[in-house]
């Protein structure tokens, strides 16, 4: 019994390690400046692909073509926190181009990125029919379609839970500008106040007839809701360090 145990943690072990696919020779960027970084990934071969923003990070995706190699820089509050080896797909690449530093062989993905599994360290699915599942609930989740697992799996179910409800959150992200309402209601964009000192971010805000209705910390962000009378809209902005790091058109904060 004691020799099972022994052996399960071992295994449990290894799979953890295994799951940590940094990738070799960018570790130095971390806790770089996000502009640092770019410019010496670019220095180092790297093609800037795409940026996604997820929460608070913003997930960039390079791809090397001498190396033939796709990583992916996760950027929290300015500054690098990771560096992890991506599939050839993330960078829009074909099949062919392996990705042999972190050995992946699955080759079937269409819409969601590795960076949508983060309770998976930001991996794809070995499994096949694993990721199919989780990108069929993404893809659900992003249009707006019912939820519908047609899975007997239990892995396959979950997948395609996970995969549904980052979906879900993806389609608000990408839908932030709008304010939710419909016809020809005057609408007033906030968006640009992203990333701009509080004081200046604040003091606009008043300007264009916001005021606030509620103020909250979440860890050690500061959350504050704007609602204006005018226009009927209501913004929800997330501070920290005095800069402000997101902000959200069509809030329900206000309520």
Not at 69 to 79: A, E, I, L, P, Y
Not at 85 to 113: E, I, K, L, R, V
Not at 140 to 166: C, M, R, W
Request: include cysteine; charge should be positive.
């Amino acid at each position: 019994m004691k020799t099972l145990k022994i052996t399960l943690v071992f295994m449990l072990l290894a799979s953890s390690l295994m799951g940590q696919t940094k990738s070799s020779g960018l570790q130095d960027l971390i806790d770089l400046r996000g502009s640092s970084a770019e410019m010496d990934l670019q220095n180092r071969g790297y093609v800037h692909i795409k940026t996604a923003k997820s929460g608070y990070s913003a997930y960039s995706y390079w791809w090397n073509p001498t190396q033939r190699k796709c990583v992916c820089s996760k950027v929290s509050d300015g500054r690098v926190q990771s560096i992890l080896n991506a599939t050839p797909f993330d960078c829009n690449q074909n099949g062919n181009n392996s990705n042999q530093d972190m050995g992946y062989h699955n080759s079937n993905y269409n819409s969601h990125q590795a960076h949508h599994h983060q309770d998976n360290n930001y991996n794809h699915y070995d499994n096949n029919s694993h990721d199919s599942a989780f990108e069929r609930g993404y893809n659900d989740g992003l249009y707006n379609h019912p939820y519908h697992s047609i899975y007997t799996d239990s892995n396959q179910i979950s997948a395609y839970s996970k995969g549904y409800g980052v979906g879900v959150t993806e389609r608000a992200n990408q839908s932030s500008y709008h304010s939710g309402q419909g016809g020809n209601a005057t609408h007033i964009d906030c968006n640009d106040l992203d990333h701009m000192v509080v004081s200046s971010a604040y003091s606009k805000m008043r300007e264009r007839g916001f005021q606030e209705t509620r103020n909250y910390k979440d860890g050690d962000h500061i959350i504050k809701a704007w609602y204006n009378s005018r226009t009927k809209q209501c913004v929800k902005t997330t501070e920290k360090n005095g800069k402000i790091l997101g902000v959200k058109m069509n809030s329900d904060q206000c309520r």
